[in-house]
C-alpha cells in the first residue's frame, strides 16, 4: 500500500507527524514477550517456530500501534545457517563456534545451503504479512557483514572487536573471504525475506564505529553497498535501511556511497548534527537515548519534542538510537508515542 507513513519517509516525504517503531520492540521489557518465550522454550527456540515468533512480532504493534513491525529473528542466524554453533548464554549473549583459520573456513557451508536452516524464518514473514494491519510496514532484517563477522570470528560479542581486527590484519584473504561469503549469503536471505513479504529491509553495522577510515570503507561501505545494489537490481521499490551504528563522520554521504534509501543515526551524535550533515542526503531514522524508556518523565517529554523538531525540516522515521534495554518501563514506550504525536 503506497500511503503507509514509513514508506512515504522513505519515498523521501516530510510529515507532520514522523512515523515511529523501535529497535528491540518486541522483547524482554514486555510481559508477553516473556512468556511466549517460555512457551517456547528459548531465544533461538522462538526465532525458529514461525508461529510464535510471529506472534512476539505483532505484540507491539498491538499493544503501542507502531507504525512498523521488525521480524523477530536475530542476525546470529545467518552464522548458523552458515555451518557455526549457536547458543545462548541467559545474561551473557550469544556464543558461536570461531572461524580464525583457513580450516575452520573451509568447513563452512556455501549461500545456497542457507536456506534449510533459515525457511522458518520466510515463514514467519509470511505469516506477518496476511496478520499485520493494513497501515504497520513489516521490516526485514540482517546484519551487515563486518558486524557478523565479529561474531564469527570472536565467538561471542567483544567490546573492541579486537579478535576481528587481529584478523582482518593478521590473515586478510581469510578475513575478506569470510565478509565475501557473508555478503552473499544476506543478499539471498534478505531477497528470500522479501519474496515472503518484507517491505523493507535493514542491514545492522552495530560495530561499525571500530572501523577508522580506508577499513571503514573497505568493510561497512563496500558489503552494504553490495548487498543494496543487488537487491536493488532484484527488487527496485524495497527500501533499503542502513546503520552503521557510531560511525561519526562516516554517516556523512553514507545514503550515496551505498545507495541505501535512509541511514540510522546512534546517539554518539545530536539530532542537530544529524540534521545538518546527513538529513541533507534524505531519510533518517532515530535517534532517541534508550536510556528514556526507563527513567521516563518531563525529560522524555522534552527529549522526545527536541528530536521530533530537530528532524522536522527533512523526512524521518523516530526510533531509538539502539535497542531498548529489559529494564525499560512499557509505559515509558506509550508516553514517547503519545508524545510523538501530539499536535506541536
Ligand atoms: C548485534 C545484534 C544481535 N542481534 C541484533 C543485533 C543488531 C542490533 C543491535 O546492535 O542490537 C538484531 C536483533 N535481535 C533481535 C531483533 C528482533 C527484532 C526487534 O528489534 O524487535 C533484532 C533486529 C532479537 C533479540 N536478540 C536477542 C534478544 C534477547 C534474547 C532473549 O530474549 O533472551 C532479542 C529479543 C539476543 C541477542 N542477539 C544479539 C546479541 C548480542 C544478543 C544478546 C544481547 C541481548 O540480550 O540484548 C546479536
Known amino acids: 500500500m503506497a500511503d503507509k507513513?514509513?514508506?512515504?519517509?522513505?519515498?523521501?516525504?516530510?510529515?507532520?507527524?514522523?512515523?515511529?517503531?523501535?529497535?528491540?520492540?518486541?522483547?524482554?521489557?514486555?510481559?508477553?514477550?516473556?512468556?511466549?518465550?517460555?512457551?517456547?522454550?528459548?531465544?533461538?527456540?522462538?526465532?525458529?517456530?514461525?508461529?510464535?515468533?510471529?506472534?512476539?512480532?505483532?505484540?507491539?504493534?498491538?499493544?503501542f500501534g507502531f507504525d512498523a513491525a521488525i521480524l523477530f529473528a536475530d542476525i546470529l542466524l545467518v552464522p548458523q545457517a552458515l555451518g557455526a554453533d549457536l547458543w545462548f548464554v541467559t545474561g551473557e549473549g550469544p556464543r558461536l563456534s570461531t572461524i580464525t583459520t583457513d580450516a575452520d573456513f573451509a568447513k563452512m557451508k556455501t549461500k545456497d545451503d542457507i536456506h534449510k536452516v533459515l525457511n522458518p524464518v520466510y515463514e514467519t514473514v509470511k505469516i506477518l504479512s496476511s496478520e499485520l494491519?493494513?497501515?504497520?510496514?513489516?521490516?526485514?532484517?540482517?546484519?551487515?557483514?563486518?558486524?557478523?563477522?565479529?561474531?564469527?570470528?570472536?565467538?561471542?560479542?567483544?567490546?573492541?572487536q579486537g579478535p576481528a581486527?587481529?584478523?582482518?590484519?593478521?590473515?586478510?584473504?581469510?578475513?575478506?573471504?569470510?565478509?565475501?561469503?557473508?555478503?552473499?549469503?544476506?543478499?539471498?536471505?534478505?531477497?528470500?525475506?522479501?519474496?515472503?513479504?518484507?517491505?523493507?529491509?535493514?542491514?545492522f553495522d552495530s560495530w561499525a564505529g571500530s572501523l577508522k577510515d580506508e577499513a571503514f570503507e573497505k568493510y561497512a561501505v563496500a558489503p552494504a553497498r553490495i548487498i543494496t545494489q543487488e537487491l536493488k537490481r532484484r527488487h527496485p521499490s524495497v527500501p533499503i535501511i542502513?546503520?552503521?551504528?557510531?560511525?561519526?563522520?562516516?554517516?556523512?554521504?553514507?545514503?550515496?556511497?551505498?545507495?541505501v534509501d535512509c541511514v540510522a543515526l546512534d546517539n554518539s551524535i545530536t539530532p542537530e548534527w544529524g540534521a545538518k550533515y546527513v538529513q541533507v542526503d534524505g531519510c533518517v531514522q532515530?535517534?532517541?537515548?534508550?536510556?528514556?524508556?526507563?527513567?521516563?518523565?518531563?525529560?522524555l517529554i522534552d527529549e522526545v519534542r527536541h528530536v521530533r523538531d530537530a528532524f522536522s525540516k527533512g523526512p524521518h522515521i523516530f526510533n531509538l538510537g539502539h535497542g531498548i534495554t529489559p529494564d525499560a518501563d512499557p509505559?515509558?514506550?506509550?508516553?514517547?508515542?503519545e508524545t510523538l504525536r501530539e499536535t506541536a
Open 5 to 63: 507513513t514509513i514508506l512515504k519517509a522513505l519515498r523521501g516525504e516530510t510529515q507532520a507527524v514522523p512515523p515511529i517503531w523501535m529497535m528491540r520492540q518486541a522483547g524482554r521489557y514486555l510481559p508477553e514477550y516473556r512468556a511466549t518465550r517460555a512457551q517456547a522454550g528459548d531465544f533461538l527456540k522462538l526465532c525458529y517456530n514461525p508461529e510464535l515468533a510471529a506472534e512476539v512480532t505483532l505484540q507491539p504493534i498491538r499493544r
Open 133 to 160: 494491519p493494513s497501515e504497520t510496514t513489516l521490516i526485514g532484517f540482517a546484519g551487515a557483514p563486518w558486524t557478523v563477522a565479529t561474531y564469527m570470528i570472536a565467538g561471542r560479542g567483544t567490546p573492541d
Open 165 to 203: 581486527h587481529a584478523l582482518r590484519e593478521g590473515n586478510n584473504a581469510l578475513f575478506e573471504q569470510l565478509i565475501d561469503l557473508i555478503t552473499v549469503a544476506t543478499i539471498e536471505y534478505l531477497d528470500m525475506q522479501i519474496q515472503a513479504g518484507a517491505e523493507v529491509v535493514k542491514i
Open 242 to 259: 542502513g546503520f552503521p551504528r557510531e560511525a561519526g563522520d562516516g554517516y556523512i554521504g553514507f545514503a550515496e556511497k551505498t545507495g
Open 286 to 299: 532515530g535517534n532517541l537515548k534508550s536510556s528514556h524508556m526507563v527513567t521516563g518523565g518531563q525529560d
Open 331 to 337: 509505559d515509558n514506550v506509550a508516553l514517547m508515542i
